[in-house]
């Protein structure tokens, strides 16, 4: 049952045909919603968006990130959204249902305007096509911000790419494993054979990139080959606006864990891939846990 819907509300009415558009609707910016029903089925995906100025948000469509231009159309409850960036993350652990709802979510925003109210309290905002409520959410606390997603986050690389492995995907060197570990201003490790630190901060990391600065690193020889692994993990780690992916993959048979890839699997010639060692803080998680697996749901 949606209580939201027998609450007064500011934009629309639904005991009436039309829709009416008061002018003192509450403001979107600065709030966070997730997904509670969609064409009349409650919501499975974790769906979610954050108002962050008068015309950009962000958001999670069901498996991957995005972020929008949005806006109001003047006199009206009316709202449009242009869809920018999607991050690439692999999706095969969807159900058909949570895939079918991931398409509907989507082709809602990319209407060309869409009505929309928000109910008395600010705790309900739903959303319409042809004058039928469609999608409401739930207002939710602020989301973390995209530099702190990663923050109290431990990496173990599994596979590089680099000149060294002839641009294929290969093992990291047993003997000499890459590590990466994420606090909030700050990026440190084990190169392979050499530990490196190296300064990051909300500048410099978007949803799907960043970039870090004043890298410093011991100077231990190692051999020839871990120190070929070692240059090509260190030209990855410090190329400007460096790519990376967040996702969840069954990468050990049937275990679930979550997967960082630095750089483009596909376009970059150079790409490093982690999985999940641990956080500094247990309760914490990055992302959306998939469906299927524990059923438990770790994003913040």
């Known amino acids: 049952m949606l209580l939201s819907n027998a609450m007064p509300s500011y934009g629309h009415e639904l005991l009436q045909e039309r829709l009416p558009f008061p002018d003192d609707s509450p403001s979107l910016v600065g709030t966070n919603w997730k997904m509670f029903e969609i064409n009349g089925a409650v919501a499975q995906g974790g769906q979610e968006m954050f108002f962050s100025s008068e015309s950009s948000l962000s ?48 082709s809602l925003l990319r209407q060309d305007a869409i009505a929309y109210s928000i109910s008395a309290d600010e705790l309900w905002l739903t959303m319409y096509r042809d004058d039928t409520p469609t999608m409401t959410l739930t207002r939710i606390p602020n989301p973390i911000q995209p530099h702190e997603r990663l923050m109290g986050t431990n990496w173990l690389a599994t596979d ?114 982690f999985v999940l060692l641990g956080f500094e803080n247990p309760d914490e998680g990055v992302g959306q846990y998939p469906a299927g697996s524990d059923g438990t749901d770790v994003s913040s």
Not at 81 to 88: D, P
Request: negative net charge; contains cysteine.
């Open 160 to 273: 590089i790419r680099g000149l060294h492995t002839r641009n294929t995907l290969r093992p990291v060197l047993e003997d000499y494993p890459i590590t990466l570990s994420f606090s909030r201003d700050e990026v440190s490790g084990n190169a392979g054979c050499n530990q490196f630190s190296a300064e990051t901060s909300s500048s410099r990391m978007t949803l799907n990139k960043f970039q870090v600065a004043d890298v410093a690193i011991t100077s231990m020889h190692c051999g020839q080959e871990a120190m070929s692994q070692e240059r090509a993990f260190m030209r990855i780690l410090e190329n400007p606006g460096l790519q990376y992916t967040l996702s969840w993959e069954q990468v050990r048979g049937d275990e679930w864990t979550q997967v960082l890839r630095l750089g483009s699997p596909d376009s970059a010639p150079t790409m490093v891939q």
């Open 59 to 106: 958001g999670f469509n069901g498996c991957h990130l995005f972020d929008a231009e949005w806006g109001t159309v003047p006199s009206s409850s009316m709202i449009t959204f242009g869809i920018g960036s999607i991050s690439m993350n692999e999706c095969s652990w969807m159900t058909d249902s949570q895939q079918q709802e991931m398409t509907d979510f989507v």
